[in-house]
């Protein structure tokens, strides 16, 4: 009887919080830890090649190849960075087993799925198995916040070796439902140009907050066009939110600036540079001063949604997981891997709605739930 729990706690025992997310009770910060760790268990556990990609400050990306008994590649993209544990009122790391579950951060987001694969793994060397494809284990950095570098790694890391990936899985708590698709996004920033004045003679000046104030409304008007078409996929349509504003120095003097930050979600078939042009183009005819519209991050030009109808991976782990597929309304790995793998899904145990809270914990019998569904996958023989 293969023991989810135990590998699963050991994982749990290693803190690996994201470096942004840190604070005083973190312990060392970062996923280098957990990643060596893997490292050493994959090796032991018959991998036939072991490898740390140091992507960002030092933090690796760990890939494992398990060769298969056909030449088909599949991959198991998990995410080893955990969100913050200062708000935790349960201890964040000692990946006790109690009350039919396994509890501590990252135990359901997302360290479950790779307890669950080091147990297969362990499995399999122990009866003489290998999988069908080749299967290659990513432990993934960066994903809760930072932009995603792991998957960024992990995509050119198989892009330089010429790895062409059949089927991709995503690990994320999705109740076990195959995830056939979510939106993208975008983030931009538009600054507004005024001339600043004394309040006494403001006609002196020009007000970049009134001026703000139109192309917010003009962006509202764009948000409700938006949602006004019927969706052409589960996924929705795209919003845009307004979510932060800043202008203005002091009470006495008109603003010179106003800037005005908004995220854009992506609905499939949405190109990221035609939606950043097209809300350039609302601010600049809104305003009646000078815009200038950029990405909120420098580099960052938006990651189109992904979705494709349920197909053949979709459809395996559902009947193996007793499920069906779904959309999601969270972003994941996945807005890397545009046009990279045949299918990709993203799937996991547990409910997105219990990651990141206090107290986090994945059932055991969801463990067993996700191996069947694994091992369905990857059917070792
Ligand atoms: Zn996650």
Same mark, same amino acid.
């Given at each position: 009887?293969?023991?989810?729990?135990?590998?699963?706690?050991?994982?749990?025992?290693?803190?690996?919080?994201?470096?942004?997310?840190?604070?005083?009770?973190?312990?060392?910060?970062?996923?280098?830890?957990?990643?060596?760790?893997?490292?050493? *268990?994959?090796?032991?556990?018959?991998?036939?090649?072991?490898?740390?990609?140091?992507?960002?400050?030092?933090?690796?990306?760990?890939?494992?190849?398990?060769?298969?008994?056909?030449?088909?590649?599949?991959?198991?993209?998990?995410?080893?960075?955990?969100?913050?544990?200062?708000?935790?009122?349960?201890?964040?790391?000692?990946?006790?087993?109690?009350?039919?579950?396994?509890?501590?951060?990252?135990?359901?987001?997302?360290?479950?799925?790779?307890?669950?694969? *080091?147990?297969?793994?362990?499995?399999?060397?122990?009866?003489?198995?290998?999988?069908?494809?080749?299967?290659?284990?990513?432990?993934?950095?960066?994903?809760?916040?930072?932009?995603?570098?792991?998957?960024?790694?992990?995509?050119?890391?198989?892009?330089?070796?010429?790895?062409?990936?059949?089927?991709?899985?995503?690990?994320?708590?999705?109740?076990?439902?195959?995830?056939?698709?979510?939106?993208?996004?975008?983030?931009?920033?538009?600054?507004?140009?005024?001339?600043?004045?004394?309040?006494?003679?403001?006609?002196?000046?020009?007000?970049?907050?009134?001026?703000?104030?139109?192309?917010?409304?003009?962006?509202?008007?764009?948000?409700?066009?938006?949602?006004?078409?019927?969706?052409?996929?589960?996924?929705?349509?795209?919003?845009?939110?307004?979510?932060?504003?800043?202008?203005?120095?002091?009470?006495?003097?008109?603003?010179?600036? *106003?800037?005005?930050?908004?995220?854009?979600?992506?609905?499939?078939?949405?190109?990221?540079?035609?939606?950043?042009?097209?809300?350039?183009?609302?601010?600049?005819?809104?305003?009646?001063?000078?815009?200038?519209?950029?990405?909120?991050?420098?580099?960052?030009?938006?990651?189109?949604?992904?979705?494709?109808?349920?197909?053949?991976?979709?459809?395996?782990?559902?009947?193996?997981?007793?499920?069906?597929?779904?959309?999601?309304?969270?972003?994941?790995?996945?807005?890397?891997?545009?046009?990279?793998?045949?299918?990709?899904?993203?799937?996991?145990?547990?409910?997105?709605?219990?990651?990141?809270?206090?107290?986090?914990?994945?059932?055991?019998?969801?463990?067993?739930?996700?191996?069947?569904?694994?091992?369905?996958?990857?059917?070792?023989?």
């Amino acid at each position: 009887m293969t023991d989810f729990a135990t590998w699963l706690s050991r994982l749990v025992r290693i803190p690996s919080v994201n470096p942004l997310q840190a604070g005083p009770t973190s312990g060392v910060p970062g996923e280098a830890a957990l990643a060596t760790e893997l490292a050493a *268990c994959f090796r032991s556990l018959g991998a036939d090649r072991v490898e740390l990609e140091p992507l960002v400050d030092g933090r690796p990306n760990v890939y494992a190849v398990v060769r298969g008994r056909t030449d088909r590649v599949v991959a198991l993209d998990v995410h080893t960075d955990t969100v913050t544990v200062e708000n935790m009122t349960d201890p964040p790391f000692d990946g006790r087993v109690e009350h039919g579950a396994v509890w501590g951060r990252g135990a359901l987001d997302t360290k479950a799925s790779l307890g669950v694969i *080091c147990a297969l793994l362990e499995d399999w060397q122990r009866t003489g198995l290998r999988p069908d494809p080749t299967l290659v284990v990513v432990g993934s950095i960066g994903e809760e916040a930072g932009g995603m570098p792991g998957a960024i790694g992990f995509r050119a890391w198989a892009e330089r070796q010429g790895m062409e990936i059949d089927q991709l899985v995503i690990a994320e708590p999705t109740e076990l439902r195959p995830v056939v698709g979510h939106k993208g996004g975008l983030a931009v920033r538009i600054t507004v140009h005024g001339r600043s004045a004394h309040s006494a003679t403001p006609d002196e000046g020009a007000n970049a907050i009134y001026a703000a104030a139109r192309v917010v409304s003009a962006l509202e008007a764009h948000h409700h066009d938006l949602t006004a078409v019927p969706p052409a996929t589960p996924v929705g349509t795209g919003t845009l939110t307004v979510s932060i504003i800043h202008g203005g120095v002091a009470s006495n003097i008109v603003p010179e600036l *106003c800037t005005v930050s908004l995220g854009r979600r992506l609905a499939p078939g949405e190109d990221p540079a035609v939606e950043f042009e097209r809300i350039a183009a609302i601010a600049r005819d809104a305003s009646p001063l000078p815009v200038t519209v950029e990405h909120q991050v420098a580099g960052e030009t938006g990651m189109p949604a992904f979705y494709a109808e349920p197909a053949g991976l979709a459809g395996a782990l559902a009947a193996a997981a007793g499920t069906t597929p779904t959309t999601a309304p969270f972003g994941t790995n996945a807005l890397r891997y545009d046009g990279f793998a045949r299918e990709k899904v993203v799937f996991g145990p547990g409910r997105i709605e219990d990651a990141h809270k206090p107290t986090e914990h994945v059932t055991l019998a969801d463990l067993d739930r996700t191996a069947a569904a694994l091992t369905a996958w990857l059917q070792p023989g």
